[in-house]
């Protein structure tokens, strides 16, 4: 399976364990349905599943209850885990297929499409996707022309986190520029600290800077265009790249522990060192998830004792919105396809995405969502980021690539990023050797 990039924090940010395999929501009340009428779902029963666990779970309970309440159905929520593709063709071949699964990457979408186990969304769904979404999300739910995917949750992974206790002492200021990020990142280090901590034990987050670096320097249509892996990993663009974040990852003096010690260093240590009680770092860069973790494990406050600036801009580029999320889809193996499909219709509403929203340790790429009803300031501030960048988002472009390139531990991106941050001297040999892993994936 794909690695979903968010998912590799699920133990880190929720702090517990998982709820069980089923959470039942009932009718509470009567209202409007999704589709205008009253509890006209009322005795029938819609199974979701979906790799959330903990707090994400019971924050998404909290949105099945809602629906529940609009239309009398009856909503049974099982975990997934991490294995989304391996669990529910499972289910399919067991003749006991959800309803409606939640898919947290545009590579298992396309893979549910093509071996035909998904119902295209309905045109109501459409028509209210084309009201509450930049088109770029309907198109990342849609594979061969037909929609299948209406994007749900979303994270935002141009996010760069800081300590302003350390940028106070040094002097130093948020940076709208790579160049100026490498001249904070100096004056940091000349004041003791380190800059940044760079989480390089798994590969993931090596992909995301890499990502970030690319859509800004090299544009969204050539990032399209590496993501199908239509232009080689050899093309100048991305030697380039490679270069520029071979900059950061080269200089012992920005990465805290050098390239060896960032190889030993896991995503939620990456946080710690930057925002633990003993500060090892300054900045670390990752995605908005960055923030509950901040909250739920170091207990510190957001806003406060950590802040974030959008990642910077590369060359004169726009300053890149990279990000993630997950997509409500219908199987066709389901047994109530039409409560399904309003399921998915309500999902596509404000009203929806604003249940989470209140909840906290969420985002959505529904642009209609209040920015009030978001669950601090901080989120309201990604939130507000991630929709005004409209269709300059760009998804995650390991989570489109196959798993064997894009999404495996000690194989293809993950590795060879890794032996780049090990000794990022050779950034035109590196891109050979992506070459050459991305073409065995690829099948071509």
Request: hydrophobic share 40%; with cysteine.
């Amino acid at each position: 399976m794909r690695r979903p990039a968010v998912r590799h924090t699920r133990a880190a940010l929720s702090g517990a364990a998982a709820l069980g395999l089923a959470l039942t929501a009932t009718a509470c009340g009567g209202g409007a349905s999704a589709g205008g009428g009253k509890q006209e779902l009322s005795g029938q029963t819609v199974t979701v599943a979906g790799v959330w666990t903990g707090v994400e779970q019971q924050n998404f309970k909290k949105v099945l209850d809602a629906f529940s309440e609009k239309t009398g159905a009856k909503v049974v929520f099982s975990s997934t885990g991490d294995n989304v593709s391996t669990v529910v063709g499972s289910q399919i071949e067991g003749g006991n297929a959800p309803d409606v699964v939640m898919v947290p990457q545009v590579g298992v979408l396309q893979q549910f499409a093509r071996k035909g186990w998904l119902a295209p969304l309905t045109a109501d769904i459409g028509a209210e996707a084309k009201r509450n979404f930049a088109q770029i999300w309907k198109d990342y739910g849609t594979v061969d022309k037909t929609y299948y995917g209406l994007y749900f949750k979303a994270s935002h992974k141009s996010t760069v986190w800081y300590s302003p206790e350390a940028f106070s002492q040094a002097g130093a200021e948020p940076a709208t520029t790579y160049q100026q990020l490498l001249k904070t990142g100096h004056t940091l280090s000349d004041s003791g600290v380190p800059a940044f901590s760079v989480a390089g034990e798994a590969g993931w987050p090596l992909t995301d800077w890499f990502e970030n670096i690319y859509l800004s320097q090299a544009g969204g249509e050539n990032y399209d265009k590496l993501a199908a892996h239509k232009i080689p990993w050899t093309d100048r663009t991305v030697v380039k790249a490679l270069g520029t974040l071979g900059k950061l990852f080269g200089d012992k003096s920005l990465v805290a522990g050098g390239g060896s010690g960032a190889l030993r260093t896991d995503f939620p240590e990456s946080v710690q060192q930057v925002f633990g009680p003993e500060q090892k770092a300054a900045m670390v860069y990752e995605g908005d998830f960055v923030g509950a973790l901040v909250t739920d494990e170091l207990h510190k406050q957001v806003g406060k004792d950590a802040k974030f600036f959008p990642f910077p801009s590369v060359d004169g580029g726009k300053a890149p919105v990279v990000s993630g999320g997950d997509a409500a889809v219908v199987l066709k193996a389901g047994k109530n396809r039409k409560a399904a499909m309003d399921l998915v219709k309500f999902l596509a509403t404000p009203e929806a995405s604003s249940v989470w929203a209140k909840a906290g340790g969420y985002l959505s790429p529904n642009k209609k969502v209040p920015a009030a009803d978001y669950h601090d300031a901080v989120t309201r501030r990604i939130a507000t980021s991630l929709t005004a960048a409209g269709n300059s988002v760009r998804f995650d472009m390991s989570d489109q690539a196959p798993a064997a390139f894009g999404g495996t531990q000690g194989a293809g991106e993950w590795k060879l990023l890794q032996d780049f941050l090990r000794d990022p001297s050779d950034p035109e040999a590196t891109a050979h050797k992506l070459e050459a892993a991305a073409a065995k994936a690829y099948g071509k």
